[in-house]
């Protein structure tokens, strides 16, 4: 009677490899380990950036702990590293090219999607595609000869005549400033969002727009309040997609911002991001503090870029779930 369970176990083990040499065969069980190796390497890749970041900013967490998040000073000659001018400018810089880009690439992807006629969509369409692709450095260029005397001449003038009251349109014009640096990230990003929405948009079932219009709704209630709500967490999606980019933009921004490490209220005054001085001093650091300092600021864009974006998955699995409940 003992031998019973044994050779059943036998036979499960038998059948179970024969099932596995099966899906070998057909090719399941090969595609599903090099899916499972290529989404491993995701969480490798990162596991390894942390831990070289942190690894080798020894230096300046043991000498300013938490006080290099806060400190405002950063002075290579006498050691003393603040990163906060650097995050102060980093976001600042990234919430204004939102301010700016949201409204115009969110418009732009409702009006190829839904209203356009559809060669001039795909004419459009293949132009931003193509604005997406421009490298970085060239959006620079633009900025410092034609955006910044443009600001310089005409716009900071006029906002500081017209709404000079308020602390963020005072203080003397440069051109190359918090106000340059965002417009040209805005500028940059732009695309990515008219993309992505407008993708989302089309994804829209033609049933919700039927269905609205069935009911007697015009062709801009059926976008604006069906189309649109149908795909809000697309949209979204895009816009966090575009402030990331925009977080780790380094060339462009730091042709047109200005670079001085300090925090003002004011847009029209220079400021300075995380990238760009990581960008401009890296080569040139001398020490091994100065050198581990730059890198603890790498570390600190990157948790950065994940907490904003840890964030803003939760805002989508809010709003899709706030959705759900109201459907």
């Known amino acids: 009677m003992a ?7 036998r036979a499960s083990l038998s059948w179970r490899a024969r ?11 090969v595609a599903h380990l090099i899916t499972l190796l290529a989404a491993a390497s995701i969480i490798v890749v990162t596991v390894m950036l942390v831990f070289q970041l942190y690894g080798n900013s020894a230096l300046p967490r043991h000498k300013f702990g938490l006080e290099f998040f806060l400190g405002k000073t950063w002075d290579p000659v006498s050691g003393d590293f603040g990163a906060l001018p650097f995050i102060y400018g980093t976001l600042v810089s990234s919430a204004l090219a939102l301010l700016v880009a949201v409204p115009l690439g969110v418009g732009a992807a409702i009006f190829l999607s839904e209203l356009a006629p559809p ?66 990230l805005a500028l940059m990003i ?28 015009t062709k801009w209630e059926s976008t604006w309040q069906v189309v649109v709500p149908y795909a809000r967490v697309g949209i979204m999606a895009s816009v966090f997609l575009a402030l990331a980019r925009a977080l780790g933009e380094t060339m462009a921004v730091t042709m047109v911002i200005g ?4 925090i003002s209220t004011s847009l029209f005054s ?6 760009a001085v990581i960008a401009n001093e890296f080569t040139e650091a ?4 100065y050198l581990q300092a730059l890198i603890e600021l790498g570390l600190v864009l990157f948790l950065l870029t994940i907490l904003i974006n840890g964030l803003a998955r939760l805002v989508i699995i809010a709003t899709t779930q706030k959705g759900a409940a109201q459907g």
């Open 3 to 9: 031998n019973i369970p044994i050779n059943a176990d």
């Open 19 to 29: 099932q596995f040499l099966q899906k070998l065969r057909h090719g399941d069980e």
């Open 119 to 184: 060669r001039i969509s795909n004419y459009l369409t293949f132009v931003i595609e193509l604005l997406a692709a421009v490298p970085s450095v060239i959006y620079g260029v633009l900025g410092i000869f034609i955006l910044v005397p443009v600001l310089r001449k005409v716009v900071m003038p006029f906002l500081k005549h017209t709404l000079g009251v308020l602390p963020l349109f005072k203080g003397p014009i440069y051109g190359v400033s918090m106000l340059a640096g965002g417009l040209v």
């Open 190 to 217: 732009v695309p990515y969002i008219i993309s992505v929405s407008r993708e989302v948009l089309l994804a829209v079932p033609v049933e919700q727009r039927e269905a609205a219009l069935g009911l007697g709704a």
């Open 259 to 262: 670079n001085d490490p300090k």
């Open 270 to 275: 220079p400021a300075y991001s995380i990238a």
């Open 286 to 289: 001398t020490g091994d503090l």
